[in-house]
């Protein structure tokens, strides 16, 4: 009797004693899985006069693929791994029906999207995405990150109002105040052009001329004919054009009546990233694409490769794979991106866009990154291009 | 008595005159060169022709050669101290950036800043012995004073690996804030100092444990605090004072290695990254990237003596003892 007894509390002291065990140790790491779903429509390349710079296929999705695989070298220390999901609908598509399709087939809480501005609202308010975070990659509308917000939807590519921001300041540090502006016939180049016209008034440069470009003749032949007449107009210290395509700024620059610079869509050009960008250690980068993709690393791409990249930080820093958690880090001013430009990189509250530096190159080189020492801010130089806190119009909150 | 007083004189100021002819080495990382700066007249005696883009160097254990990354060269460039002279290479898989010499002075633990890799070779046999998976754009090197981890820091994956020497694998992975460009052991091995360039903090680490013994923070009155980006870490021998460049603020700051205190911010080139001790501790050199020249610091103190132009981005440094 006493002997079963004691064989009993025998037993359960040593059961107790494992079951101390098992919870004292420490919790073993769990594997941890994130997919990611980039989700491109691609577009129809325009009939541009020169062949020589046409846009790549795959802009935006190596880039998607990089970061994907840069996470995977973090997370293999980590227990985390990460995966890309590519759904890509043909410029003749619907995209939006691909990407209700995308999203029924499996959850997606990470969206890479690649879209025109109207079909990157249309996913945002799909019932589906309500819950996703989506990182806009591919439009640079500003009213995206104002009047058009969405409280799913984080921006990593610049706005056009960063991008002619970031070279107003540059013009203002030159002192190349009164501007000759050229605006290319296409909506994009039209939507530039105002951006100009808007950094303009906010850091009181002058636009003494304001030009629409409407030439059909193939410019590679007539551009120094036509190019002098049409910009023998007054007096301007810089010639800025808006033609986000390609089409014909390159033909004026050394063709202009008055020997000028020139800026905007061609010559020196505010760009979110670019090949010849390569302090702050983006040399490194720029070879892990180039060795991946066999091709430069885009604007495009760079955006793409951010949104993933901001995923995977926030993984590694909260140890975690759960949507909720890390959409809150993301957002959260705890996160510090590195992305070489020199500087810790966080979202801005009021607009979701990713703050960065804007490199400002020409095809050789980078000549200045934005913003620059002298525009003061209370409490980032960052946000002095873009849209600021006290005059948003997005209304999430 | 006149003379014997004379003598004494004579005896004290030669006991008290330090020894200080050495050879401080800096590799010019835009000009593939080396400087040689006497440490005594503090002026450039010699340059010498290196491989391409040449980074971190380091002197062998029996100070008689000098190692050099040549990073676009693919490989370590073996030199004569004396003459300046390329001995022979030694591979060193691609893109070397920073290496760190075993205390036995047999292996060299390289950092291959393009292929997440740590290559471990054997010196006198010039050959590859192992290559280590790590994190992304590893960068920062270091060997504990015991020869018993080697750590490297990831500058993308933000993570200080340690790596078990005997084992030749990865045991422990510390995340630490962004960019992590330099590891630095203590003199006794008792603490591992990880720079953060981008996070904009220094993280000591406790050997032993592994764990987070403190992360101290800069602030420079009037610089923006993105500017403050620590790279460099040089310790003092005596455990008392640990320098850390702090890149584009132009700054090294001079912590008190026992209370982590900033005791001081000093003034020195643009961009400056590496330090360099004299090995009686009385002269620290740093290089500035930037501005092309080479930072004097008279150590006990604490201010900046003289500045030395040398070559295109000098990125390292090292001091060759000659007595």
């Known amino acids: ?397 | 008595m006149q003379l014997r007083l004379m003598l004494a004189l004579a005896v004290l100021f030669a006991a008290a005159v330090p020894a200080r002819a050495h050879l401080l080495f800096v590799s010019n990382e835009k000009d593939d060169t080396v400087s040689v700066i006497d440490t005594e007249s503090l002026e450039v005696v010699n340059t010498f022709p290196v491989g391409e883009r040449p980074r971190g160097i380091t002197l062998s254990k029996d100070k008689t050669k000098l190692y050099i990354c040549a990073s676009d060269s693919d490989t370590v460039q073996v030199v004569d101290a004396k003459t300046g002279k390329i001995l022979h290479e030694l591979p060193s898989g691609e893109d070397p950036e920073q290496f760190a010499l075993h205390p036995d002075g047999k292996l060299l633990f390289i950092a291959n800043e393009d292929d997440a890799i740590t290559t471990i070779v054997d010196i006198e046999s010039g050959k590859v012995v192992g290559q280590i998976d790590v994190g992304v754009e590893p960068e920062g090197m270091a060997v504990s004073p015991d020869g018993k981890w080697a750590i490297t820091t990831s500058e993308t994956t933000n993570m200080a690996h340690w790596i078990d020497v005997d084992k030749r694998e990865v045991v422990h992975n510390s995340l630490v804030d962004q960019r992590p460009r330099h590891a630095e052991f203590d003199h006794d091995g008792k603490r591992l100092w990880v720079s953060s360039e981008i996070g904009g903090t220094v993280t000591v680490f406790d050997v032993d444990s592994k764990q987070e013994l403190k992360k101290i923070s800069f602030e420079i009155p009037g610089i923006s605090q993105d500017r403050i980006q620590p790279v460099g870490i040089q310790l003092t021998s005596d455990g008392k004072l640990a320098f850390v460049a702090l890149g584009p603020s132009n700054r090294i700051a001079v912590i008190d290695a026992q209370s982590y205190e900033v005791k001081d911010y000093l003034l020195v080139g643009r961009r400056v990254w590496h330090m360099a001790l004299t090995p009686e501790e009385d002269l620290l050199f740093t290089t500035n990237g930037v501005s092309g020249d080479v930072s004097v610091v008279d150590v006990p103190n604490l201010k900046v003596i003289k500045t030395i132009k040398v070559g295109r981005y000098p990125w390292g440094a090292a001091v060759l003892p000659t007595n």
């Open chain 1, 1 to 397: 009797m006493l002997e079963r007894n004691s064989l009993k509390s025998g037993l359960s002291v040593l059961a107790a004693a494992c079951l101390w065990l098992v919870l004292s140790m420490p919790q073993a790491r769990a594997q941890t899985d994130i997919e990611i779903l980039y989700l491109e429509h691609q577009q129809e390349r325009p009939a541009t006069l020169s062949n020589l710079d046409a846009p790549p296929e795959d802009d935006g999705l190596q880039g998607a693929r990089l970061g994907i695989a840069d996470n995977n070298t973090t997370g293999r220390f980590l227990k985390q791994s990460y995966r890309l999901r590519e759904v890509i609908v043909p410029p003749d598509g619907d995209f939006l029906a691909a990407a209700r399709q995308a999203l029924a087939e499996k959850p997606a809480p990470f969206i890479i999207a690649n879209a025109p501005a109207d079909e990157l609202l249309a996913l945002a308010d799909l019932p589906q995405a309500k819950d996703a975070l989506i990182f806009n990659a591919g439009a640079a509308e500003t009213r995206l990150r104002d009047a058009d917000c969405r409280a799913n939807v984080l921006h990593t590519g610049p706005s056009r109002a960063m991008l002619a921001d970031a070279l107003m300041q540059f013009l203002i540090k030159k002192q190349w105040n009164d501007i000759l502006l050229i605006e290319g016939p296409r909506p994009e180049d039209q939507l530039f052009a105002q951006a100009i016209r808007d950094s303009a008034k906010k850091f009181r440069t002058q636009i003494v001329a304001d030009k629409k470009w409407t030439f059909g003749p193939d410019m590679r032949r007539n551009a120094s004919a036509e190019v002098p007449l049409f910009t023998q107009v007054d007096d301007y210290d810089v010639v800025v054009v808006a033609d986000e395509v390609g089409d014909f700024s390159q033909y004026i620059l050394y063709n202009t009546w008055l020997p000028r610079p020139v800026a905007g869509s061609d010559g020196l050009m505010p760009v979110g990233w670019n090949r010849v960008v390569e302090q702050w250690g983006a040399v490194q980068l720029q070879n892990r694409f180039r060795e991946q993709a066999g091709r430069d690393m885009r604007a495009g791409d760079y955006a793409a490769w951010a949104g993933v990249r901001a995923v995977g930080e926030a993984a590694a820093r909260t140890n975690s794979g759960d949507p909720e958690t890390l959409d809150a880090y993301i957002r959260s001013p705890d996160l510090k991106l590195a992305l070489f430009k020199g500087r810790a990189l966080d979202f801005r509250p009021w607009s979701g866009q990713l703050r960065q530096p804007i490199p400002l190159v020409h095809r050789g080189a980078l000549v200045a990154l934005a913003p620059f020492e002298g525009f003061l801010h209370q409490k980032s130089d960052l946000d002095t291009i873009g849209i600021d806190q006290p005059e948003a119009k997005c209304k999430l909150n």
